[in-house]
């Protein structure tokens, strides 16, 4: 009976060891897996965190095209008649074209040219005011 009681305290011992082995593996199972999603979580995370760079860069960028355009808008234009050469002749008992051209103390400051188009309406060929009388009201209605 002692043999028998000392071989099952061998295998007792034995089982315990293998029982403690592998709750050391589990552990380390475990451990592994935790360590797996961490960096997981932390892929994750950085991707995101580039995600949201991107399309903040992106935000920033249309709100300057956006800001830009807009300024566009801003500038005042101005045309330009580099070789301006109105034959104002062709104009004087024509029927389908005119020209009034508008006086001050400072001389002609504007003009708007009308023709009749192929449907017998007049439309607006050019309209020009001087730069230093806009403002004020000339080329209104």
Known sequence: ??????????????????????????????????????????????????????????????????????????LQIMKVYPDDTWDYATYINNPDKTIFLAYSDAGCVGQIVLKRDWNRYAFIEDICVAKSERGQGIGTC
């Open 1 to 74: 009976m002692i043999e028998t009681e000392v071989e099952v305290n061998k295998d007792l011992e034995k089982a315990l060891q293998i029982l403690e082995h592998s709750k050391i593996a589990t552990e380390l199972a475990y451990a592994e897996v935790i360590i797996y999603n961490k960096k997981n979580l932390e892929r994750k995370l950085q991707n995101e965190s580039r995600q949201y760079n991107r399309q903040q860069g992106r935000a920033k960028r249309r709100e300057e095209e956006i800001y830009e355009q807009s300024n566009l808008y801003k």
